[in-house]
């Protein structure tokens, strides 16, 4: 789960237990040993292909001795200890240390680290130093930097300004998001130093540090950035209402706009942080079907608009008991991703003397974000009519997304393309006047922001709900494919 | 939470029948998700204890690093202290408490956190947490009424308020709307009477929306309504309106039309929130609002608010 955990090392003890301190406190052999059969053993029962392992066993969790990797079940493991003195063991769900002189779970700190990395580098990773490891630096942050208070750390509400719940429920979907709050509170955008008048990244650099820093419970007005988006797009200007995903798409296109080192030509490869962090790849490929030509093009993409009206006619017309399940997320995605024929005289093939010709249509996402935003299109403009298109529709708390990319086949890791969902955006009302509100993921707890109002609920009821944008994102940032 | 591999061992089974199979399969998986929960709440809870059980250790340490400081008589190091330094003051201090031992800037654990450290405290503030939230669904009393708490509590479910226990804000309207008007300001809540009874000593009974001044100009607004003001201040709305009536100004139309608005607007100044709510209708009724059907349309519940207010004050 990606949060931004105040992860202090001066609370954090250094070994799990008493007796994982004296197998680790000598840097040596022994202790290196530990360590690399610590990840190696992690690594083997992350990979579940489960054509090694015993199958006799399998359904309930297994303890594997780290020192000679037999796997125990719960009973056998005193014996196994007492047999051969071996100490500690990783419990095969969530991959926990156990061990056998506590009689319990231990979760060491230094341990926990070396857990996400790749499996090729995770040797060379836990000898790397990552993260700021003597506990000096941090005194030396702790004495210089401002802390969070601890008061319901980042649960504030967002006032309605007057039609503005479009821009609360992006801005407070933002404010949630691990990543973007370490860049603006790490002071990633530095409005003192920002020339730019009416700059959209100074003016969510300012609600950053106004939702965090400030040590009230009651919500705040996002005047500024209000402001500074009316000034930067005449066609949001104005009080009336707007689309949440299209001011989603502003804001990515301006912050990214506001970065340093950004280019705004996006073949080109930007390495700014918005870039990286919002824009994925979409790869459009067009196979000829008469000679078999594929022309391939590759766009930028800040999210994948998905077609529910395509999954709720399927449904229809499948007819029997397949009409009567809700239309899934997977589903959206799976029809988004399928081939797709392309009418005659609508593609001139290149290969048959540019003639045009029948050809198949694919999409597949050729780079991932790490923040992921989904619109499940339930605003239908057509020639005629326009209308929402109500209903429930499906979406898991966390995804994998390798199925849908260029590769769905390749044998890595899958927690490389996990993504977990963070926040849906529902939109209640009518297509031309309604009211948006946001579910938002704060810690393990999930929070209704329903503009000032914020409110607990469970996870059950955000699955419930009828949404209408979702963000999802990648579990660990460790992994990214870049 | 990890997919159940539910599926990988079925055909290893000895050949039995299909309902002795299903029942062992059902078991070990109600097993398995039994088994996730509980790890993961154990997981929440013994980091809990283990840092809180650091955290006194390294406090007792501090305060035996300061005694030793008086008494060799230094004077002591200004606020702004360096990591280094501070790392040096712990150099051979070692003290020890029910679930952990300082040594030389490091903390060791003692024991089992979960049966050594019976309080969670606060990494940051280091004040103990409260477990139960002080009012709403599953509320207790804090247990010492007279101790200080981390600020940091569990979230509080209450109709009508939110997790920090305030009520909802509403906008200042007059005493007789009051009722009706607050309960269609918050529609999933309950009658504002049943929280009146219960949260009288915490919080006033009422929050108002605040006001805030307009970036554009002197002003203040309550903040429900300042995104309006702020439409107009910018001369934005005057534009559509040329652009709507008078498609051929449209081009020069901004500037130019913007600035004979503003006296309109200047001859009800609000800067208080109480002549702001007399204004308001005002302007609403007197001046067409630029996107009428929209606002009759809108249902947010500030714009069904200023509905109902301009047909009660008209």
Not at chain 1, 354 to 366: F, G, V, Y
Not at chain 2, 241 to 249: A, E, I, L, W
Request: hydrophobic share 30%.
């Amino acid at each position: 789960m990606a949060t931004v955990a105040s992860v202090s090392l001066l609370s954090e003890a250094e070994f799990g237990c008493e007796h994982l301190a004296s197998q680790l406190m000598h840097d040596g052999p022994a202790s290196n040993q530990f360590k690399t059969s610590f990840i190696k053993t992690h690594n083997a029962l992350g990979r579940r292909d489960g054509s090694k392992t015993a199958p006799s066993s399998l359904l309930k969790p297994r303890y594997t001795c780290l020192t000679c990797s037999e796997p125990c079940m719960n009973g056998d493991r005193k014996v196994h200890t007492e047999k051969t003195g071996h100490q500690f063991y990783m419990e095969s769900r969530s991959r926990a240390l156990f061990c056998q002189g506590c009689e319990d779970m231990v979760y060491d700190h230094g341990l926990e680290r070396c857990r996400s990395a790749t499996p090729e580098s995770t040797l060379q990773v836990a000898k790397k130093r990552r993260f700021s490891e003597s506990s000096a630096d941090e005194l030396y942050v702790k004495s210089n930097a401002n802390r969070r208070p601890c008061a319901k750390q980042g649960v504030r509400g967002l006032f309605n300004l007057g039609q503005t719940c479009y821009l609360n429920v992006i801005l407070q979907t933002l404010l949630h998001d691990p990543i973007l709050s370490t860049y603006f509170l790490g002071n990633g955008h530095q409005p003192h130093d920002c020339t730019v008048t009416d700059c959209i990244g100074c003016a969510v650099a300012e609600a950053f540090a106004d939702f965090n820093s400030i040590d009230k419970s009651e919500g705040f007005a996002a005047l500024n950035l209000l402001l500074a988006s009316w000034r930067a797009s005449p066609t949001l200007a104005g009080y009336q209402q707007q689309d949440a995903h299209e001011y989603y798409q502003f804001l990515v296109d301006k912050l990214h706009a506001s970065a340093e080192g950004n280019r705004d030509n996006h073949e080109k490869g930007c390495s700014c942080f918005f870039h990286r962090t919002f824009y994925g790849k979409l790869r459009s490929s067009v196979t000829c079907d008469r000679c078999g030509n594929v022309t391939k093009t590759e766009d930028p993409i800040v999210d994948l608009s998905l077609d529910v009206q395509v999954q709720a006619k399927k449904r229809a017309m499948g007819g029997g008991s397949g009409s009567s399940a809700t239309p899934t997320l997977g589903g959206c995605l799976e029809s988004f991703t399928s081939p797709e024929k392309l009418m005659a005289g609508v593609y001139n093939c290149s290969g048959c003397g540019n003639t045009p010709q029948k050809a198949t249509k694919q999409l597949r996402i050729k780079k991932l974000p790490a923040i992921l935003c989904m619109q499940l299109k339930r605003f239908e403009h057509t020639f005629a009519v326009s209308e929402k298109v109500e209903g429930r529709i499906d979406f898991p708390l966390s995804i994998n997304m390798l199925p849908y990319t260029t590769n769905p086949n390749t044998t890595v890791d899958k927690s490389r393309y996990t993504y977990d969902l963070s926040s849906a955006v529902v939109h209640k009302g009518k297509l031309e006047a309604g009211h948006y509100y946001v579910y938002c993921r704060q810690g393990d707890e999930w929070m209704l922001f329903n503009d000032d109002q914020v409110t607990t609920v469970t996870e059950a009821e955000v699955l419930g709900v009828d949404a209408y944008l979702l963000f999802y994102n990648l579990r660990c940032l460790a992994n990214a494919v870049s | 939470m990890d997919a159940s591999n539910g599926t990988d061992g079925q055909s290893a089974y000895p050949p039995g029948t299909v309902a002795k199979l299903t029942c062992d399969i059902l078991n070990d998986t109600f097993y398995n998700i039994i088994h996730d929960i509980v790890a993961k709440v154990h997981r929440d809870e013994k980091v809990a204890r283990m840092r809180s059980a650091v955290v006194v250790a390294r406090q007792k340490a501090e305060e035996e690093a300061t005694r030793r400081r008086e008494e060799a008589g230094t004077k002591p190091a200004g606020p702004v202290k360096t990591g280094e330094q501070e790392s040096e003051e712990f150099k051979d201090i070692r003290v020890e408490t029910d679930g952990a031992i300082f040594e030389d800037g490091k903390v060791y654990l003692k024991g089992n956190p979960l049966q050594t450290t019976k309080e969670i405290i606060c990494p940051d503030c280091r004040l103990p947490r409260l477990l139960y939230p002080v009012t709403g669904l599953g509320a207790r009393p804090p247990p010492d009424p007279y101790r200080e708490y981390c600020q940091r509590q569990p979230m509080i479910s209450k109709p009508g308020h939110d997790v920090h226990g305030n009520p909802f804000a509403t906008d200042k309207l007059n005493p007789k709307k009051k009722k009706q008007t607050n309960t269609s300001n918050t529609p999933a809540s309950s009658p504002p009477t049943t929280p009146d009874s219960s949260f009288k000593q915490a919080a006033p009974e009422k929050i108002s929306f605040p006001t805030v001044k307009c970036p554009n100009c002197p002003r203040y607004f309550v903040v429900t309504r300042v995104a309006q003001h702020l439409d107009r201040c910018l001369g934005l709305s005057g534009r559509q309106v040329n652009r709507n009536k008078t498609p051929q100004n449209d081009g020069s139309g901004t500037p130019a039309s913007a600035p004979p608005k503003r006296p309109l607007d200047d001859d009800t100044p609000s800067v208080l929130p109480k002549k702001k709510k007399l204004s308001a209708p005002k302007k609403l009724s007197g001046k067409k609002p630029p996107p009428p059907s929209k606002l009759k349309n809108g249902i947010t519940p500030d714009m069904a608010e200023i509905k109902t207010e301009a047909n009660g004050d008209a």
